[in-house]
């Protein structure tokens, strides 16, 4: 079953009464080069499991069923799960979870699910909530070795960017922080059915845990970086003093003690200092 063919992929529509919804931000991949090396740049391979996120109607999916040894595969629309026992009927390795990812125990999932196995995430993400998705897996600290996923081409440049430059955001702070990322290669808007108003790029975070924090000072930095970057026009005292709660000269003295001008901006502050910053504030609030 070619599940790239735009007539089989309408004809599957017709017969399960499917519409794509726009709330959950559906662009099924009509390419049929994509998917096969999303799942090759994203560790689908003997000894791993692959836990998906999303799953369409199956075109990842199957590339990764083809070369790992098992897929799990979250997808938080029910109307699927009848096309999804027709389009992989033939993988006896693939389980579907009817879930919404941002409310199971990911970490439960991966210890039932790929008991003896290597882990990797791979998914094509709805752009809508492409950067809750990614935190949530960083935070949750799960035993996987990369997550491989496909997000808007704005979204993958921010993911991308140096922390300290004009281009990073806190999801760009909290992926270096965890990992390393680097985007592997584009995929325009014609790419997908129905066709998106923008092109997307696929990244990979290896997750090598480059910075380690205490969890309580973690919590904290993430609490200042967000803050930073929520009103990124406002230099970080503003930012901070506003959304943390910090009294502005309590700030100021802890940027002198960390050797930064009081009017710093939080994009232009590299991870250590970011670190440094949060762990002094921390420790005189």
Do not use: W
């Amino acid at each position: 079953m070619n599940l790239t063919n735009i007539g089989t992929i309408r004809e599957i529509m017709s017969r399960h009464g499917f519409s794509f919804s726009k709330g959950l931000g559906q662009n099924f991949i009509i390419n049929p080069e994509i998917c096969p090396k999303i799942a090759e740049n994203g560790n689908a391979q003997k000894g791993f499991g692959i836990l998906e996120i999303g799953t369409g109607f199956g075109v990842l999916t199957a590339e990764l069923a083809r070369r790992a040894d098992k897929v799990t595969a979250v997808e938080i629309d029910k109307r699927l799960l009848p096309v999804l026992d027709e389009t992989l009927a033939e993988f006896d390795n693939v389980k579907i979870i009817n879930q919404d990812v941002m409310k199971v125990d990911l970490n439960k999932i991966i210890a039932e699910e790929f008991q003896g196995m290597r882990v990797a995430v791979c998914a094509n993400l709805p752009y809508y909530i492409t950067s809750p998705v990614i935190m949530l897996l960083l935070e949750s600290r799960l035993p996987v070795e990369s997550i491989t996923v496909m997000v808007q081409k704005e979204a993958g440049q921010r993911l991308c960017a140096k922390v300290g430059t004009r281009e990073a955001g806190a999801i760009t702070v909290g992926v270096n922080y965890y990992g390393t990322v680097k985007q592997l290669f584009g995929v325009s808007r014609g790419n997908f059915m129905p066709s998106p108003n923008v092109d997307s790029v696929v990244i990979r975070i290896d997750l090598n845990q480059n910075y380690r924090l205490e969890p309580e000072s973690e919590k904290f930095f993430f609490r200042v970086v967000k803050a930073g970057f929520a009103q990124r026009r406002k230099t970080l005292a503003n930012a901070v003093s506003a959304q943390v709660g910090v009294p502005k000269e309590t700030v100021y003295a802890v940027l002198r003690e960390t050797r930064l001008p009081e009017n710093v901006r939080t994009e232009s502050m590299s991870m250590e200092q970011l670190i440094e910053f949060s762990e002094k504030l921390r420790k005189v609030m």
